[in-house]
Structure formats: structure tokens, C-alpha cells
């Protein structure tokens, strides 16, 4: 539940008043609870109809339209919560006859016992005791037990609305402490930007010599970054004329080397360096011997280099074909050395990759 300060420090960021809450109390007939002590209580269904109808009217409607948009707290939480007595029947006693009663004391001070309770502001309603065929007398002494026992529930619940004043008197210093500091800062800050205005003729100094060296800072920028690009640019002509140098070496040695001498009969002995990969399982051998012929002269030649391809195609399974790309210098006219690249191909899909280290000797 909230009181009105603790009601208004929630609706504050909405810009709501205590006189709002009174005029919406009266134009829709609200009913606010009250405490013991004649203050209200409002429920958070009170609070959150007060944020509605503070936005409702921001959106320019009226309070008869906001009245049948909203949903009004139920009018048993508008009232003062009362305690529900606990009904004399429910010791499941006859009702006796008035002779009866003068007979019973112990009949009659259990109706004064029910009496207290109902008069009880802090009365709950309390569990009904089976009873069923006890002694008037025994009734009797439950009513007493269940009086001091919500007596007793009443006192304690007497303290801790002491101690939510006390909190509430705590929460309320610190807002004021709090709202005090922040009005001492706001003098200090508006002393402090008269004093500025005063020294508006040292600013503009101070800014005038600070806009000077970011000017001599940003000459000295731009002749440095022309400075990088003459550099660049050297550079740049530096890497072309080495890049025309290289050129003219390769087609020097193109032209002086004579590309037939790779044309031969040769033994080639393998070893193998790495089986880049085998998805099928094939035996690749780690030692190879073959001899072959370079009929015609490679076409891709670089220098005393030579890049040959050639493809074999399996006589006994025509799925399996095996290609071979051969990258060879030449040594002298009876030595090639260099590395062979064999890939084996099973219908037209890769399956297994080996790298050998060779050398060729005319036979």
C-alpha cells in the first residue's frame, strides 16, 4: 500500500500533483481506503489508474472518455479494509433460549468473547475449530484463546507500521537533504558561468591562440603528406623498373636456354615426400621407377625450367584415371631434378593426392 508522499515520489516522473489526485478522486467517485489513523491508503492498482488517466489526458481526452476507457478499481479495495467477524455458530453450539443463557455463565461470556472480535479492527478471519460435540465450557476458553492470539497479532503488526513511519520519516529527510544539494550545486554552477562570462576576453584569446597552432599543425600535416606521396610515388617508379629488369632476365634466359634439351628418353626414381590426402585408401607406393619419353618440346617453359602435365588413363578400369604434373630444371644434358605432383581420379572425382621428389637420367 502507499500513503500520499510515497503515491506522489512514484508519479513524480509523470509530472502528477497532490491536487491531481484529489480532482480524479472526486470526478470518478473513487473511494480511498483510510488507516487507523484517517490517512489513505492507496493500492498499486490506484497508482497505475493514476498513470493512465495522466497519460489520457496528455492525448487530449476528456475525463467522461477517459471514464469509459480505464478499468476502475473494484469498490471493495476502495474501502476501508474491515475485519469480517467470526461468527458465534461456528463452535456448531445450539442457539440457547434466553432462560438457558442466564443458566450458562460460561455460554454468556463466550458471546462477549465473540463481541470483542467483531469489534476488533485487526480482526482476520480465523480457521473454524472443529468442535463438533464439545462442552460449552470448552468453547468458551477457544474464543478467549483466539482473542489474546489476534491481540497479540495486533500488537505486532502495531510496531511495524511505528517502524514505517520511522523509515518513512528517514526517506523523507534524505529527499529533503538530497533536493537541498542539488540546489546548492545549481548556485554553484550559475556563479560559475557568471564568472566565465567575465573572462569571455581570456577565452577568446585563448581560443585564438589555440585555432594559430591548429593552423601551423595542419601546414605542417599536409606538407608532410605531400612529402609521403613523393615518396610513394619513387617508390612506386622504384618497383616498376625493377619489375621491367626481372622481365628482361627471364626472356634473356628464355632466349639463350634451348627448350629441346628437356626432348628425351629419361629413367625417372621417385621417393615419396607426402600424401597430401587419401579418401579412398588407395596404395600409393612410397618408391618409384618408370621410364619415359618428352616427345615435344614443353609448352610451359620458364628459363632452364620446364611444367609438364601428363594424364594415364587405366586399361583394366576405365573409371580410374591417374594425372601427373611434373616440374623439373634442367641440371646438365644428362640429369632433370625436380618434384612430381600424382593425383589419382576415380570417375571424374579427385580420391587421393601425392607429392615425390625425383630425378631423371637420360637413358
Known amino acids: 500500500m502507499y500513503t500520499v508522499d510515497t503515491a506522489l515520489e512514484s508519479l513524480r516522473k509523470y509530472d502528477i500533483q497532490e491536487g491531481d489526485l484529489l480532482t480524479?478522486?472526486?470526478?470518478?467517485?473513487?473511494?480511498i481506503p483510510v488507516d487507523e489513523y484517517g490517512r489513505k491508503?492507496?493500492?498499486?492498482?490506484?497508482?497505475?489508474?493514476?498513470?493512465?488517466?495522466?497519460?489520457?489526458?496528455?492525448?487530449?481526452?476528456?475525463?467522461?472518455e477517459i471514464r469509459q476507457l480505464i478499468s476502475l478499481p473494484p469498490l471493495e479495495t476502495s474501502k476501508p479494509r474491515e475485519a469480517r467477524p467470526a461468527p458465534v455458530k461456528s463452535l456448531?453450539?445450539?442457539?440457547?433460549?434466553?432462560?438457558?443463557?442466564?443458566?450458562?455463565?460460561?455460554?454468556?461470556?463466550a458471546d462477549a468473547a465473540a463481541k470483542v472480535i467483531q469489534k476488533s479492527p485487526y480482526a482476520a478471519v480465523p480457521k473454524r475449530p472443529n468442535v463438533?460435540?464439545?462442552?460449552?465450557?470448552?468453547?468458551?476458553?477457544?474464543?478467549?484463546?483466539?482473542?489474546?492470539?489476534?491481540?497479540?497479532e495486533k500488537d505486532q503488526l502495531y510496531k511495524k507500521l511505528l517502524e514505517t513511519e520511522k523509515l518513512n520519516s528517514h526517506l523523507y529527510s534524505a529527499n529533503s537533504l538530497f533536493h537541498k544539494k542539488?540546489?546548492?550545486?545549481?548556485?554553484?554552477?550559475?556563479?560559475?558561468?557568471?564568472?566565465?562570462?567575465?573572462?569571455?576576453?581570456?577565452k577568446l584569446l585563448d581560443d585564438k591562440a589555440r585555432l594559430q597552432k591548429q593552423l601551423i599543425d595542419a601546414e605542417k600535416l599536409s606538407q608532410y603528406k605531400q612529402e609521403e606521396i613523393l615518396r610513394q610515388k619513387m617508390h612506386n617508379d622504384d618497383l616498376q623498373l625493377?619489375?621491367?629488369?626481372?622481365?628482361?632476365?627471364?626472356?634473356?634466359?628464355?632466349?639463350?636456354f634451348d627448350a629441346d634439351k628437356f626432348c628425351g628418353d629419361w629413367m625417372e626414381s621417385g621417393t615419396l615426400v607426402e600424401v597430401v590426402y587419401d579418401n579412398f585408401g588407395i596404395n600409393i607406393e612410397p618408391e618409384r621407377v618408370r621410364l619415359f619419353r618428352i616427345s615435344e618440346r614443353p609448352s610451359r617453359i620458364y628459363g632452364p625450367m620446364a611444367l609438364i602435365n601428363t594424364s594415364y588413363q587405366y586399361e583394366t578400369n576405365n573409371l580410374w584415371k591417374r594425372e601427373e604434373t611434373l616440374m623439373v630444371s634442367y641440371?646438365?644434358?644428362?640429369?632433370?631434378?625436380?618434384e612430381l605432383?600424382?593425383?589419382?581420379?576415380?570417375?571424374?572425382?579427385?580420391?587421393?593426392?601425392a607429392l615425390y621428389r625425383v630425378t631423371c637420367r637420360r637413358s
Not at 92 to 109: C, W
Not at 132 to 143: E, M, W
Not at 331 to 338: K, V
Not at 341 to 353: C, F, N, Q, R, T
Open 331 to 338: 641440371m646438365d644434358e644428362q640429369t632433370l631434378e625436380g
Open 182 to 202: 542539488v540546489r546548492d550545486l545549481t548556485l554553484q554552477i550559475q556563479k560559475l558561468r557568471e564568472n566565465f562570462n567575465e573572462n569571455e576576453k581570456f
Open 242 to 256: 625493377q619489375l621491367r629488369q626481372r622481365d628482361e632476365k627471364i626472356q634473356a634466359m628464355r632466349a639463350a
Open 132 to 152: 463438533a460435540g464439545a462442552s460449552a465450557a470448552g468453547g468458551a476458553a477457544n474464543v478467549v484463546n483466539l482473542v489474546h492470539k489476534l491481540n497479540k
Open 92 to 109: 456448531q453450539q445450539p442457539t440457547p433460549t434466553a432462560a438457558a443463557a442466564a443458566q450458562s455463565p460460561s455460554v454468556a461470556s
Open 341 to 353: 605432383v600424382a593425383e589419382y581420379i576415380l570417375d571424374g572425382v579427385p580420391v587421393a593426392k
Open 41 to 64: 491508503q492507496y493500492s498499486p492498482h490506484h497508482v497505475n489508474l493514476f498513470k493512465n488517466i495522466k497519460k489520457h489526458i496528455a492525448l487530449g481526452r476528456t475525463i467522461e
Open 24 to 31: 480524479w478522486e472526486r470526478e470518478l467517485n473513487l473511494e
